[in-house]
Structure formats: C-alpha cells, structure tokens
C-alpha cells in the first residue's frame, strides 16, 4: 500500500515549487496522465492541465506558502486534509480551505477537489450543504464501500446498508429497510445478488416506494448492461418521481482480485466460457467516482450513464495482461458453458450463484455489450481508466503473487 501522508507532501512540495520545469517534473511524476484538480478557480483535466493550474496558482500568490493545517485523514485511497495559504514561517495565513485527494494503488495522484473556507464548509461544495443523510445499500461490497469512503472524505453523513451495520438492512427482510432510510436524503441501491436475477425488479419496486414514502429524494442504482431483468429496474426508479440516476456497468475489472475470478488466477487457470468475446471491463473505482457525483451533485437527474473502460479485450487477453503484469504463467482455457458449469458446482458454489454466472456468460457475454459508453466521459468530465493500469495498481499489491492483502 501506498504511504498517503508521504505522498500528501510530495504534493504539498509540488504547490510551493518556485522553478516552473522542476515543478511540471513533480507533477509528472505525481499525478496521473488523466488526473483532476478542482478549486473554485480552476477545473483541471488532465496532467499537463494540471500543471497549468498549478503555475496559475503561484501567478495569482506569489511568495505565499501552501501549508498542511492539521493532521491528514486517511480512508483507505482518499485523504482528506486542512491547508492554509499565508506569508511563509507561519505567518498569517490569507486563504485556508481542505483538500480531498484521490490516489491509485501504485501510489499516484488522480483527483484533488479543493474548498475554501471563505465560500463555505470547507468539506461540502454548496450543491452538497442541504444532504443529510446517504444511505449505501451493500456497504461492503466492491462499489458500496469506495463510494462510502469517498463521501465519508468529504464529512458527510453516510449510512452503510448491510446486515452488519446499525441499524442493519438486509435485502431478504423488509421490516430491515424502514430504519435504514430514516431521515436520508440520497440512496445508493446495489441489490444482492444482481438486478439480472428472476423477482429483482418486484425487490425494488417495493424499496422505491418505500424510499419516498420515507422522504428520500435521490436515488443511484447500479445496473448491468445487456439485463433484461436490469433495465425494468432501471424503469422502476426513473419513475419513482424524484431525483433518479442509473449507473449501467460493463463487467468489473476487480472480479479478477475481489471476486470468484481471483482463485482461479491465484492457481494459474482461469477457464470460461466465451472468452474470446470483447469486454470493455470497469474499474470499480470509476464507478464509485461517477455514483458519488450522482449523489452529491446537481447536473446528474435523469441520466443513463454507460460505464465501460476506453477498450474492449477478451477475457483470454485480460488473463494474459494478468500474467504479464505478476510475471507467473497464468493460462486462460476456453470451456463449454456445461463444463463451466460443473465446474463451478464441483468447487461448492451454490445452485443460484452457479446458474447466475452461467447466465452472465452466455445470455450477457454474448458480443452484443462491446460497444463502449461514454458514461465516465459525461459524468465526470474525464477517461475511464483503462484495464492495464487497473492490472499495474493490483499487481503492484502482491495479490495475484498471494502475498497480498
């Protein structure tokens, strides 16, 4: 894992950089190609954009001094931090404000969003200062927990949606739910065990109209491409008659490190279905990115955004860039849909999650999402990172080598 607090003060060294060529190498080395900075001044996209509005920073305060001004927080790929910009020596500060810093796994900058004091909460932009409470259905799963990091980043009030939490929400028990959405305003909705599954859609029709009943005023789904049984949930909630976003995914690309892809990688063959068929695989921190924008700001109601990586490769081409990236010989074998299936039934699986995923590849997997969308791009004003630098930042953690966390 990256050391956050040593890279908060790379960044902080970058800011009061006086050597414009020193400072743009900092920043090269820092940031990734297509990072974000944001400020009240300035939307940056971009590294060389990035730079600009560094340079455009030191232009505007010459011979002041960017401090941290407290202790930097940490949650998991985001920090959050107080700054304040003064006379150098700790002299009076003239601007104070807090950043939120997003990093990758292999120790890169990707999204700083910076607040001042003197307009506002410096943790909340104005879009954000009338939430009250968010709710995340799956809390603990792959999306559910990145969005509530990042929302938590910001000082907002978050509610996780598990059977664990307090009060608890179980999917399986509606007398769970009530609680749960008391006195929130926004819900992120992941259902369990997906919308594609036979009865998704009357699940949440009920917690739709229950969700207003209770006052809530902005629901986010996460949806799947190519679902039937997906997109008349999607209906259900665009209905609703309040504030609704569907963030429709392609496949994840961390079910090769957080789902049942990862033991066969880690035993050096992977065999499925299909495999020759283009996907244009998601990494999950795009997804939590753009479902955060959806809650928390205005400009989002109403949209279907299409969440796929910049390429599409076959699942074979995927496990290659895998055994490459971890440098063990680790081979994809094609195998009929039956062969899978059993396979999967013989590693004790249960029935309903074997018949899920024969279903996604075959039904799904079949060539007709290989397109790619676009919905990183309108969200979020940026690309969507590709599948290669999601193999890098993993492989970089040693979980593939089993030496991982």
């Not at 990734?32 to 305060?61: C, I, K």
Request: aromatic share 8%.
């Amino acid at each position: 894992m990256p050391d956050h607090h040593r890279l908060i003060a790379r960044y902080v060294a970058t800011r009061n950089e006086p050597d414009a060529a020193a400072r743009e190498a900092a920043i090269a080395d820092l940031w990734t190609e297509d990072a974000t900075y944001a400020d009240p001044l300035a939307l940056a996209r971009g590294r060389d954009a990035v730079a600009a509005a560094m340079a455009a920073a030191r232009a505007r305060f010459p011979g002041l001094v960017y401090a941290l001004d407290g202790r930097v927080d940490v949650h998991h790929d985001t920090a959050r931090f107080a700054w304040r910009l003064g006379v150098p020596d700790g002299g009076r500060a003239i601007v104070a404000g807090t950043d939120i810093a997003t990093f990758t796994g292999d120790g890169h900058l990707r999204d700083v969003r910076s607040f001042l004091d003197d307009i506002g909460s410096p943790t909340t932009p104005e879009s954000e200062t009338t939430m009250s409470t968010i709710l995340v259905i799956g809390g603990t799963g792959k999306t559910g927990r990145r969005v509530i990091d990042r929302l938590t980043a910001r000082g907002l009030d978050v509610r996780a949606g598990s059977r664990s939490a307090d009060p608890a929400f179980d999917w399986e028990n509606s007398a769970t739910w009530g609680p749960a959405l008391r006195d929130v305003h926004a819900v992120y909705i992941t259902y369990y065990p997906d919308l594609a599954v036979p009865g998704a859609s009357q699940v949440i029709a009920e917690l739709t109209r229950l969700a207003v009943d209770s006052g809530v005023r902005r629901l986010v789904l996460l949806s799947g491409r190519g679902e039937e049984e997906a997109q008349a949930c999607e209906r259900i909630v665009a209905a609703a008659g309040v504030e609704w976003t569907v963030v429709r995914c392609s496949w994840f690309a961390q079910n090769f490190s957080e789902n049942f892809l990862l033991e066969p990688v880690l035993a050096g063959e992977v065999a499925l279905p299909n495999g020759d068929v283009p996907e244009p695989f998601i990494d999950v921190d795009d997804i939590a990115d753009v479902a955060v924008a959806a809650l928390t700001e205005d400009g989002h109601n109403g949209e279907i955004y299409e969440l796929t990586g910049p390429r599409a490769l076959s699942f074979a081409e995927a496990v290659a860039e895998i055994a490459e990236a971890t440098g063990r010989p680790i081979r994809f074998v094609p195998v009929s849909p039956d062969e899978f299936t059993k396979a999967m039934s013989g590693e004790g699986l249960p029935p309903d999650l074997v018949e899920f995923l024969a279903y996604l590849f075959t039904a799904v997997l079949n060539g007709d999402n290989s397109s790619l969308g676009d919905g990183v791009q309108r969200a979020l004003g940026r690309e969507p990172r590709d599948f290669s630098d999601y193999v890098r930042a993993t492989a970089a953690t040693g979980i593939w080598n089993g030496t991982g966390a």
